[in-house]
């Protein structure tokens, strides 16, 4: 299989859970909270250069639902003011009533890691970085929902 790209929250632990699943051909970049941040344009450069070099054909943004940011906000506690914090907070606050309000805590910890995930794929679409890029060398950007503690994969 080509070689993929999985953008993961860091000291989630993710690397070798992927791996027994995906393979030992991928590769790891971390953002805190899965949030890329298009304001920090060399790193940004430096993963396209990565994406170029290890001809990547498949990007995957992961959220795991034990992610603490968004634990953190479904169960209201004190955030440290972390931008991806508040964009997941934002998330939620938009889709409480429609998506979240009387769901299971687990259903929530998916909905809102799938809510970050959509965010963050549209973020890269839509970024003057890559969107060319993606679309000029036919790359794909999947979103993927993993459950360590039930073992799920979602690709989304």
């Known amino acids: 299989m080509a070689n993929q790209l999985f953008i993961i ?3 989630s ?3 070798s859970y992927l791996q027994n699943k995906y393979g030992k051909n991928i590769f790891f970049i971390t953002y805190s909270g899965a949030i890329v941040q298009q304001q920090d344009f060399d790193y940004m450069l430096e993963v396209k250069n990565l994406i170029y070099r290890e001809k990547i054909k498949r990007i995957y943004i992961v959220n795991d639902t034990s992610c603490r940011f968004i634990n953190g906000i479904i169960k209201r506690n004190k955030t440290i003011g972390f931008p991806s914090q ?3 907070e934002e998330l939620y606050v938009e889709y409480y009533f429609s998506d979240f309000k009387d769901q299971s805590l687990f259903n929530q910890q998916q ?3 799938e809510f970050n995930i959509k965010n963050q794929v549209d973020e890269i679409m839509n970024s003057t970085l890559f ?3 993606i ?3 036919s790359i ?3 979103g993927l929902i993993t459950s360590k503690e039930k073992r799920l994969f979602k690709e989304i």
Do not use: S
């Open 9 to 11: 929250c860091p000291f």
């Open 111 to 113: 909905k809102l890691a």
């Open 135 to 137: 679309q000029e060398f």
């Open 140 to 142: 794909e950007i999947k």
């Open 13 to 15: 632990g993710m690397e």
């Open 131 to 133: 969107k060319d890029y």
């Open 86 to 88: 508040k964009v997941i």
